[in-house]
């Protein structure tokens, strides 16, 4: 009886396997490398690769198959598209909006079901609700803190008089006390180590979440928790979220204080609320819209999302100003003509006018953008050209990192060159994404440009840059990194600390 039963479930298995087959080989119609059964071709060319050589692997990709081409593992399909013509139509449609669901489920430890990750209904849902907080009258707001935490980080940077500084860690803690004093409404103890813990906590996460993703064994939740690398990454997720969870209870017994001491209800409209208070106030004037659990989802992704992109961006704009006096000299001749006082904490209308330093900022997003992938799951046959179709259930890759260095719309692509963003000059719309584009476009854009101008402005009225580290290797990952340090020199302007 037994031996029948496996004798059935094998021929099941094999059936069901020759289905697969099948089904593997007459879909696999796009170019790309060869590969083997059920493991497809990521096996040999992607399982097997260091996270530091994915972009040239890829980039090899590019060159022999053209920018459409296929990857497959699991019978999973990833269709890589690397021209702003092919983008436009995923990044434009209403539908295929679901972030790519296998590859994000590495996500769901640290994000839960966070604006990031969340699909359908939940995401249209949350997304309404909390695009007003990030609202430029509201933004404005921010300008006079994250210029105090500059001047901080400014202070620690020129005490180091003159000596090579890796400056990493530093500018990780600015964006995460920036985020909390201004999105949370809670201002940080710089001598608290935990905030220090919460920063390395966050970074070895995303770590943690590339590798499982190149250990194809790591995949099962069981597996993964009772191994090394799982356990270590589950208690840096403890670790974040017991942070999390420290600032919402701080910034909340304030809340009820306030509410208490004025004995009425706070407006739901107050102009100039931190985001944390807004998700407050809806949790205590429309119960159940937003629930305990519901702000901790945006709170905590917010907190990640709000800090690690700014700073790798800050990292990689010291990296490329230190190593382009002439950029840094024109930065700061704007920025005399425009605030004429290297004291002076400048106004939203003063940001506006920051045309050279805006440039500068995108050039560095464009050579270095934060996010260098992003993935959506096809749920409906999307046409991105006159000839190809890509069908319902594949995954369609934006490799951003090449979308920005495509010859076609680039002059000299892995040249620094802030001059192509001079207003006026056509930009193919697609050609450009370090914020993605479209429905599932970065919230809080307005909010991270608002903190690049105002840090980078106190900085070089106060700092002149040289170089240590004069060349970088980006390292794939959540956010792109550079895989060695990068360490500068900082001197007062004019000899003056």
């Given at each position: 009886?037994?031996?029948?039963?496996?004798?059935?479930?094998?021929?099941?298995?094999?059936?069901?396997?020759?289905?697969?087959?099948?089904?593997?080989?007459?879909?696999?119609?796009?170019?790309?490398?060869?590969?083997?059964?059920?493991?497809?071709?990521?096996?040999?060319?992607?399982?097997?690769?260091?996270?530091?050589?994915?972009?040239?692997?890829?980039?090899?990709?590019?060159?022999?198959?053209?920018?459409?081409?296929?990857?497959?593992?699991?019978?999973?399909?990833?269709?890589?598209?690397?021209?702003?013509?092919?983008?436009?139509?995923?990044?434009?449609?209403?539908?295929?909006?679901?972030?790519?669901?296998?590859?994000?489920?590495?996500?769901?430890?640290?994000?839960?079901?966070?604006?990031?990750?969340?699909?359908?209904?939940?995401?249209?849902?949350?997304?309404?609700?909390?695009?007003?907080?990030?609202?430029?009258?509201?933004?404005?707001?921010?300008?006079?803190?994250?210029?105090?935490?500059?001047?901080?980080?400014?202070?620690?940077?020129?005490?180091?008089?003159?000596?090579?500084?890796?400056?990493?860690?530093?500018?990780?803690?600015?964006?995460?006390?920036?985020?909390c004093e201004t999105a949370m409404g809670v201002k940080l103890n710089t001598k608290d180590e935990q905030q220090n813990d919460y920063i390395k906590a966050s970074k070895m996460s995303h770590d943690g979440m590339v590798y499982r993703f190149f250990k194809f064994w790591l995949y099962p939740d069981f597996i993964y928790r009772h191994c090394?690398?799982?356990?270590?990454?589950?208690?840096?997720?403890?670790?974040?979220?017991?942070?999390?969870?420290?600032?919402?209870?701080?910034?909340?017994?304030?809340?009820?204080?306030?509410?208490?001491?004025?004995?009425?209800?706070?407006?739901?409209?107050?102009?100039?609320?931190?985001?944390?208070?807004?998700?407050?106030?809806?949790?205590?004037?429309?119960?159940?819209?937003?629930?305990?659990?519901?702000?901790?989802?945006?709170?905590?992704?917010?907190?990640?999302?709000?800090?690690?992109?700014?700073?790798?961006?800050?990292?990689?704009?010291?990296?490329?100003?230190?190593?382009?006096?002439?950029?840094?000299?024109?930065?700061?001749?704007?920025?005399?003509?425009?605030?004429?006082?290297?004291?002076?904490?400048?106004?939203?209308?003063?940001?506006?006018?920051?045309?050279?330093?805006?440039?500068?900022?995108?050039?560095?997003?464009?050579?270095?953008?934060?996010?260098?992938?992003?993935?959506?799951l096809i749920v409906e046959d999307l046409q991105i050209d006159e000839k190809i179709i890509i069908p319902a259930g594949h995954n369609l890759v934006v490799p951003i990192y090449f979308v920005h260095r495509s010859k076609k719309h680039w002059d000299n692509p892995e040249e620094f060159i802030p001059e192509r963003f001079t207003p006026g000059n056509e930009i193919h719309p697609f050609s450009f994404l370090?914020?993605?584009?479209?429905?599932?476009?970065?919230?809080?854009?307005?909010?991270?440009?608002?903190?690049?101008?105002?840090?980078?402005?106190?900085?070089?009225?106060?700092?002149?840059?040289?170089?240590?580290?004069?060349?970088?290797?980006?390292?794939?990952?959540?956010?792109?990194?550079?895989?060695?340090?990068?360490?500068?020199?900082?001197?007062?302007?004019?000899?003056?600390?």
């Amino acid at each position: 009886m037994m031996m029948s039963v496996c004798l059935g479930l094998i021929c099941v298995l094999l059936v069901a396997l020759a289905g697969f087959l099948a089904k593997y080989r007459k879909q696999s119609t796009l170019p790309g490398p060869r590969g083997i059964p059920f493991f497809g071709n990521v096996w040999n060319h992607i399982f097997r690769t260091a996270p530091k050589e994915i972009l040239p692997k890829l980039k090899r990709f590019i060159n022999k198959y053209g920018s459409i081409f296929e990857l497959r593992m699991f019978g999973i399909h990833y269709v890589f598209v690397s021209e702003p013509e092919l983008v436009k139509a995923l990044l434009s449609s209403s539908t295929n909006v679901t972030k790519g669901r296998f590859e994000y489920s590495f996500f769901r430890p640290l994000f839960h079901d966070g604006l990031i990750v969340s699909e359908g209904k939940k995401w249209r849902s949350r997304r309404k609700i909390l695009e007003p907080s990030f609202h430029f009258k509201i933004l404005k707001k921010s300008i006079e803190t994250v210029s105090r935490n500059a001047e901080e980080f400014v202070s620690h940077l020129l005490n180091s008089g003159g000596e090579p500084t890796e400056i990493e860690d530093m500018i990780y803690l600015l964006t995460l006390k920036i985020i909390c004093e201004t999105a949370m409404g809670v201002k940080l103890n710089t001598k608290d180590e935990q905030q220090n813990d919460y920063i390395k906590a966050s970074k070895m996460s995303h770590d943690g979440m590339v590798y499982r993703f190149f250990k194809f064994w790591l995949y099962p939740d069981f597996i993964y928790r009772h191994c090394n690398a799982g356990k270590m990454f589950f208690k840096c997720v403890d670790l974040i979220h017991n942070f999390t969870n420290q600032v919402i209870r701080n910034r909340k017994e304030l809340f009820i204080a306030e509410k208490n001491g004025s004995n009425c209800k706070v407006s739901t409209k107050k102009e100039g609320n931190a985001f944390l208070d807004n998700l407050l106030e809806l949790e205590d004037s429309n119960p159940g819209l937003f629930t305990e659990s519901d702000i901790f989802e945006e709170v905590n992704t917010f907190m990640i999302a709000g800090h690690n992109p700014s700073a790798a961006t800050l990292n990689f704009l010291h990296f490329l100003l230190a190593n382009h006096p002439d950029v840094q000299e024109k930065i700061y001749n704007e920025q005399m003509e425009i605030l004429g006082d290297e004291k002076k904490i400048p106004t939203a209308q003063d940001l506006q006018k920051m045309i050279y330093l805006e440039m500068v900022i995108k050039e560095t997003l464009r050579l270095y953008p934060t996010i260098p992938f992003q993935s959506r799951l096809i749920v409906e046959d999307l046409q991105i050209d006159e000839k190809i179709i890509i069908p319902a259930g594949h995954n369609l890759v934006v490799p951003i990192y090449f979308v920005h260095r495509s010859k076609k719309h680039w002059d000299n692509p892995e040249e620094f060159i802030p001059e192509r963003f001079t207003p006026g000059n056509e930009i193919h719309p697609f050609s450009f994404l370090p914020f993605s584009a479209g429905p599932r476009s970065c919230i809080g854009q307005k909010y991270a440009m608002m903190e690049l101008k105002t840090i980078m402005s106190t900085v070089l009225r106060k700092c002149w840059l040289e170089p240590v580290t004069t060349s970088v290797t980006p390292d794939y990952g959540i956010i792109l990194k550079p895989a060695e340090s990068i360490i500068v020199k900082a001197f007062p302007r004019n000899g003056n600390q």
